[in-house]
């Protein structure tokens, strides 16, 4: 279920429980729209309030992030006006999804003053704003002391987030609290208002705070379906449709069961209350609202940003490996090209044979190939305006060029091969690999490669500290080791394997490079199959099939000196054929650094 109205009403509850009374001592800005508070009091914890356009959200995080080493100007007028103040009030705007913080502090004064944060996790308008009493009219909205993001009159004609200006809610738009309907008459009253719609697009454009799931949930609840409009509703079904919605507004008042819904063991939705349209799915029970948030959102968080940091370098890559393939494909058509020169010698040989026969100024002569035993007649092109031996001359001279091209353009193919398949194991390194760290190697090993012109070394070019590769536990226990990138792979490769060890990998293709630790016993079939699984599924050829992998004991696997990274040769290796399912990736269990 998105993040709306009524996950915001039972959060509220569990941030006030947990987090009134107690200090923010901290203030942190990991991201551009995320800011981290650390709190003291009742309960110590991290408070993370995201203002992010596809994931905005406010819950405790136990997750650390690494800090810019400069802070924003934002995080700066933060901790001026947070650091060492009170929460005095979390509480939610109407049932919307609008959270506010009170925090009590001294101006600079020493005089008692309140300041509130905004968090309006709205979509791609989610903000995060610092207000604070204004002093010449109390009663009036808050002064803006600043936003993460500000709104001025080019972004937007209603409202205008800047500093010093009066706060503004969000634009209701006739829509009126989830919890202000208490009875089945105000229900129909309601309903009477609206235009015909299917029922989803009601309840949504009607009441503040609904998502399309709760939508959903009121509609199944009432056993009628959300496509239904409006207007095709018996008095009957309108009956049932109130019911449903009184139902569902009494467990959101009266009770929380946070809880993340999973479908082959991926997080798929989550909601504070019973869900009964997604019974089919597996439930997984939370101990608490920030949990479930956490648990939902942190793994997409952590990929939507890590692609938008990996977006430049990806694109670098794809043109140059663009480039390259475009490369080799002309150096192939230009190695045809000149295999073709044998009829360039047997011209320059028909010529001179029979140059008695040619004159200055003739445009061509046919004559007999008597290299061929049926002596066909062949048409030679002359220029009319060179001697007969300067026109066998341009044919030998032709010929020679295209044998001299032949070794070049073989050379240039190898070459360029070498420098594709390394182009696409860096973009397979792309793919694979989650962590910050890990995007920290690949960027390193390109700017330390020839691939491109790079600017001159400094004190802050250093290589960064090393990543790790995955680890797996095959079903009969033996622990698998995964390559994410080039620098991994030359680890696997290189030092942490023993010689009764198998070391797999994909032929033929750019992948990761995968180990079998034996640790003394015998590796069996069934294990091999599934590190084939993890080799064919971790490489570029992963949506193929039958795909070829090769396997080897760890003793024939060696790097040549100065060979790019994750470049190795090997010998003495067996082919299996697979074909990478994912739900057979999913029942290998992935082990933890800790495990």
Not at 273 to 294: R, T
């Amino acid at each position: 279920m998105a993040f709306d109205g009524i996950t915001t009403y039972h959060l509220v509850k569990e941030l006030k429980a947990q987090l009134v009374g107690g200090k923010i001592r901290k203030v942190y800005q990991p991201e551009n729209d995320e800011v981290h508070l650390l709190i003291a009091g009742p309960v110590n914890a991290t408070l993370l309030l995201s203002a992010n356009a596809n994931q905005p959200r406010v819950h405790i995080t136990e997750k650390k992030k690494k800090n810019p080493p400069q802070p924003s100007t934002f995080c700066m007028v933060l901790r001026k006006h947070l650091v060492n103040t009170t929460i005095s009030d979390i509480y939610q705007v109407t049932s919307d999804r609008i959270l506010a913080i009170d925090v009590n502090g001294k101006n600079d004064f020493g005089d008692p003053i309140t300041k509130t944060i905004f968090a309006e996790i709205t979509g791609r308008n989610a903000n995060l704003i610092l207000t604070t009493a204004d002093e010449n009219e109390p009663k009036s909205a808050p002064i803006i002391i600043d936003a993460i993001k500000r709104v001025g009159p080019s972004s937007s004609r209603y409202r205008h987030i800047l500093p010093g200006l009066h706060y503004k809610l969000p634009p209701v738009f006739d829509r009126i609290s989830f919890f202000d309907c208490r009875t089945p008459d105000d229900f129909k009253h309601w309903l009477s208002k609206q235009a015909n719609q299917k029922l989803t697009a009601v309840l949504i454009g009607g009441f503040l705070g609904i998502s399309p799931d709760l939508a959903q949930e009121i509609c199944f609840r009432a056993g009628i379906s959300g496509e239904t409009s409006l207007s095709d509703l018996s008095t009957k079904e309108v009956g049932y449709l109130s019911g449903s919605f009184f139902e569902i507004q009494h467990e959101v008042e009266n009770s929380c069961q946070p809880t993340l819904y999973y479908f082959h063991r991926h997080i798929q939705n989550f909601s504070t209350i019973d869900l009964h349209f997604l019974k089919d799915l597996d439930l997984q029970p939370c101990d608490s609202v920030s949990q479930m948030l956490e648990a939902f959102y942190y793994l997409r968080d952590k990929k939507l940003r890590f692609n938008a940091k990996s977006a430049n370098l990806k694109h670098q890559l794809a043109t140059l490996y663009k480039k390259d393939t475009k490369k080799l494909d002309n150096l192939h058509r230009d190695l045809k090209k000149s295999k073709k020169a044998e009829k360039d010698k047997l011209y320059g040989d028909l010529i001179t044979a029979n140059i008695y026969r040619i004159q200055k100024g003739m445009e061509s002569v046919d004559v007999e190939n008597f290299y061929d035993p049926n002596l066909p007649t062949v048409h030679i092109p002359l220029k009319i305006n060179q001697e007969p031996a300067q026109n066998a001359q341009r044919y030998y001279k032709r010929y020679n060029k295209a044998k001299r091209a032949q070794v070049q353009v073989a050379e240039q193919i190898e070459k360029t091969k070498d420098t594709v398949y390394y182009l696409g194991s860096l973009l397979n390194a792309l793919d694979q690999c989650t962590e910050v760290e890990e995007l920290d190697e690949i960027r390193y090993e390109v700017n330390h490669s020839d691939l491109v012109k790079h600017p001159k070394k400094n004190a802050k070019d250093k290589k960064p500290k090393p990543s790790h590769p995955m680890r797996f536990r095959s079903s009969e226990g033996f622990e698998i080791l995964v390559g994410k990138n080039n620098f991994q792979n030359d680890e696997i490769a290189t030092k942490l394997g023993d010689p009764e060890d198998c070391w797999l990998h994909v032929k033929d293709s750019p992948g990761s490079h995968v180990l079998v630790v034996a640790n003394g016993r015998f590796i069996t079939e069934k294990t091999l199959l599934e590190a084939g699984q993890l080799a064919a599924y971790y490489s570029k050829a992963k949506t193929s099939s039958n795909v070829p992998v090769d396997y080897v004991d760890y003793k024939y696997v060696h790097k040549p000196n100065k060979a790019k990274p994750g470049m190795v040769i090997f010998t003495n290796q067996n082919t299996m054929y697979v074909t990478p399912k994912r739900e057979i990736i999913d029942q290998i269990e992935r082990l933890s650094d800790n495990d």
